[in-house]
Each structure stands twice: as structure tokens, then as C-alpha cells.
């Protein structure tokens, strides 16, 4: 199969070496023509250490129409190994279809988590939620579903979740079946790796209830921070600004920063923790301000510093005309970043932020970029098939999109 053929190469790297390659991992590259995934969001993945590649699952691969969402959610697993630049599908059964779940990668026992997501068969109608829990064994490619113990998290999407040592935290969500109507919560939940057994938490002392927000494991695996998201009105804003940390010793929780002098408060945004530079590092997400779709980097001093703009990223031009109606020049672009997006997927990968997919202004992508933790910069490692506004590959364009 495509993934043990992968497991055996021992070669030297033929590929430019753009891509993480702290860990040392041999990869030949002649074993690959180059592929593409599919432009695709709603989706999750993490960095493979071990491997030296990014792995995604799922995710909805139906563009909106009109800014309205449509669904036609998927149940492909992908890997895209950066130092070959290409994407490989693996050929393996698991989860079902399904989009806006929440994976965690747990490097101890070399496997990636999944718990929850959504389904509806068709773009209308109520969805179905999940509160399965799956594991990927990242050596042997295959999908179990655990069985814990005892009865855990309600289903749900769009919460946040992180492995710290042999512990699963999770925290928030929407726990709402609508496509017109949001149900945040704001409970955590742990589950013991090696026993599989739930225990709740509580809500108390800690952020409100959320959905949309970004999480991001400390280096040391003590604190689990917490940033922005959207509450039951998050179709209209206000999004919270507000960045939290969780103690995974004793489960109680600090304001970290209120944000209200830092970036405008967002929805599904990517978060990591640098401790080299004792900062949280943030990208993109969907603003609340008359940007929507971002590509701005934002860096949070955990000495109390405060915020910081990194990178600039796109900026208002003339604006738009009316909903989902953008001018050729809505934005300023920013060639040195990302397509503007949220929703995608985001991990770190190394001493770098990785990113790949996403919804944008034009639909979905495809392409993945990575921000160096070092230099504070950004490098596209595989160039985007669709998603991406005209001006970002054409001078001259008539519309904002193709």
C-alpha cells in the first residue's frame, strides 16, 4: 500500500528541503509523482514528527455559492510530505464522512485523535453530530475506534483539542444539530490515554462559552491556551478577543489577555505556542470587521507584553460593495502571506507553523505554507489548484475571483 511503500524509504531527500526537517527523518522522493489534494475545509490534521509529514482527514469539499454554505463531506485521509512537495491518499478505511471535528496528535504513542464532527447528506436540513473518538496508528495506517469507559462529551464540532502527555483535553464547541443557529459550550473534558476514561471538568472560572476558537498545546505540555471564537451569535459578531490558559495539573483557568488592544476578535483562526520566544503565535481566521477572511500573524507576549502584529497580511483597499459581492481590489494583497482563510488546518510542525486548505473569498484551497517560529516569515510549500483571488495570480483581472 502507498503508506508502507512510504514507511520504507530510507534514501537520501531528492526534494528541495523547504519543508520541517528537524527531525532528521530520510525521505526518497523519486518513489512520488507529484499529486494534489482536493481543495478542501472544515478540516483538521497535525504534524507527524516521526514521519516528517502533514496528516488531514475529511473535511467538506463542496465551495459555498453566494457565501452560503453547501456540504459534500469526505472521508479521504491524505498525508503531504514537504520535502517531496506532494500529497499522498491513503488508501485506508476509518471515520465516516464528516467535517469541523477535532484531532489531536498524541507523539507518545504515535497516533493522531479525532472525536466529533458533523454530516448531512445534501446542503439543507439539519446535520447529524458525532461523539465517536477514533484513533490513526501512524505505523501500521489503520483507523480504531476507542471504546471508552464511560459516557464522555456530548457530540459536537468546532471545539478545540490537545494531547498532553497521557492525558486528552477538550474544551467548548457547538453542540447544535442547525445550520442556522449555534449551541456554544464551555466545559472541559479529559480523558486518560490509558485507561480511556472520561471525567469532566466543569465550566467554572473559565472562558465563556465558545465555539470557533482556537486551542494550542504549551512545548511542556502544562497549559493548554485558549483563543478568540464566537459565542451563540457568531453568524453576526461580536467574536471574543479574550486568550485563556488552562493548568492541566490542577484544571484551573487564568486570563492570559483580554485582547482588547490586540487583533479584532475572530473565528477559526490557527494557535501555537512558541516557548522559544515565550509567545503564542496567530494567523488568519475570520474577523469581525469588514475584512471577514484574514491572513494577518499576530504574536501574544506571555510575559505581558501584550500583542504585536508580525506580518501585516491583506488589507482593506476599497472594500467590498454589499455581501458577498467584492471588487477586483477589495484587498491590498499581501504576496508574502497565505490566502486569506479560516477553517483550515494548522499545527506545528517543528520550529514552524504549517497551514493547508481552508475556506477563502473563492472557495476552497488547497495549497500549504509555513511560518518559520525563527525568522517570523512565511514560505508557500505547494501551490494552490483553486481558492485564491484573481489578483494573487493575474495583473489583470475584471473580478475579485475567477
Known amino acids: 500500500m502507498i503508506w508502507m511503500a512510504w514507511l520504507a524509504c530510507t534514501g537520501t531527500t531528492t526534494g528541495d528541503d523547504t519543508g520541517p526537517t528537524d527531525t532528521g527523518v530520510a525521505i526518497d522522493c523519486s518513489e512520488y509523482a507529484l499529486q494534489l489534494a482536493n481543495p478542501?475545509?472544515?478540516?483538521?490534521?497535525?504534524?507527524?514528527?516521526?514521519?516528517a509529514?502533514?496528516?488531514?482527514?475529511g473535511g467538506n469539499l463542496a465551495p459555498a455559492e453566494e457565501c452560503q454554505t453547501r456540504t459534500e463531506f469526505g472521508d479521504e485521509?491524505?498525508?503531504?510530505?514537504?520535502?517531496?512537495?506532494?500529497?499522498?491518499?491513503?488508501?485506508?478505511?476509518g471515520p465516516s464522512p464528516r467535517g469541523r471535528f477535532m484531532v489531536a496528535m498524541d507523539a507518545d504513542r504515535d497516533?493522531?485523535?479525532?472525536?466529533g464532527g458533523r454530516y448531512r447528506d445534501g446542503s439543507s436540513g439539519s446535520y447529524t453530530l458525532h461523539d465517536d473518538l477514533w484513533a490513526l496508528d501512524l505505523a501500521s495506517q489503520t483507523w480504531t475506534e476507542l471504546a471508552p469507559v464511560n459516557s464522555g462529551p456530548s457530540a459536537r464540532v468546532n471545539g478545540a483539542m490537545a494531547v498532553s502527555g497521557t492525558t486528552l483535553v477538550l474544551f467548548g464547541g457547538n453542540t447544535s444539530t442547525s445550520g442556522a443557529s449555534y449551541d456554544p459550550q464551555d466545559d472541559v473534558w479529559s480523558l486518560d490515554l490509558d485507561t480511556l476514561e472520561w471525567t469532566d471538568r466543569g465550566s467554572t472560572g473559565g472562558p465563556d462559552d465558545k465555539l470557533f476558537h482556537a486551542g494550542a498545546m504549551s512545548d511542556d505540555g502544562s497549559t493548554y491556551y485558549l483563543y478568540g471564537g464566537g459565542d451563540e451569535n457568531a453568524f453576526f459578531g461580536d467574536f471574543h478577543t479574550d486568550t485563556w490558559?488552562?493548568?492541566?495539573?490542577?484544571?484551573?483557568?487564568?486570563?492570559?489577555?483580554?485582547?482588547?488592544?490586540?487583533?479584532?476578535?475572530?473565528?477559526?483562526?490557527s494557535l501555537v505556542h512558541d516557548s522559544d520566544n515565550n509567545r503564542l503565535i496567530m494567523f488568519g481566521g475570520h474577523d469581525d470587521g469588514l475584512l471577514g477572511n484574514t491572513n494577518d500573524t499576530w504574536a501574544l507576549d506571555l510575559g505581558?507584553?501584550?500583542?504585536?502584529t508580525v506580518v501585516t497580511?491583506?488589507?482593506?483597499?476599497?472594500?467590498?460593495?454589499?455581501?458577498?459581492?467584492?471588487?477586483?481590489?477589495?484587498?491590498?494583497?499581501?504576496?508574502?502571506?497565505?490566502?486569506?482563510?479560516?477553517?483550515?488546518?494548522?499545527?506545528?510542525?517543528g520550529d514552524r507553523l504549517m497551514v493547508f486548505g481552508g475556506k477563502t473569498d473563492c472557495g476552497l484551497i488547497n495549497d500549504v505554507w509555513q511560518f518559520d517560529l525563527a525568522t517570523d516569515s512565511w514560505t508557500e510549500l505547494s501551490t494552490a489548484s483553486a481558492g485564491e483571488s484573481c489578483v494573487r495570480a493575474s495583473a489583470n483581472c475584471s473580478e475579485h475571483c475567477f
Open 53 to 57: 509529514q502533514l496528516v488531514f482527514f
Open 304 to 308: 505581558g507584553g501584550g500583542w504585536s
Open 40 to 51: 478542501v475545509g472544515e478540516l483538521e490534521g497535525a504534524w507527524d514528527a516521526n514521519r
Open 313 to 349: 497580511g491583506d488589507v482593506i483597499d476599497e472594500g467590498g460593495n454589499g455581501f458577498c459581492d467584492f471588487p477586483t481590489d477589495f484587498t491590498a494583497v499581501d504576496f508574502t502571506s497565505p490566502e486569506r482563510r479560516h477553517q483550515h488546518v494548522s499545527t506545528r510542525a
Open 111 to 115: 497516533q493522531l485523535l479525532l472525536f
Open 245 to 269: 490558559a488552562l493548568d492541566v495539573a490542577d484544571w484551573s483557568w487564568s486570563e492570559v489577555d483580554d485582547g482588547a488592544d490586540g487583533p479584532l476578535g475572530r473565528l477559526a483562526p
Open 77 to 93: 485521509t491524505w498525508i503531504f510530505i514537504p520535502q517531496c512537495e506532494t500529497f499522498v491518499p491513503l488508501e485506508i478505511a
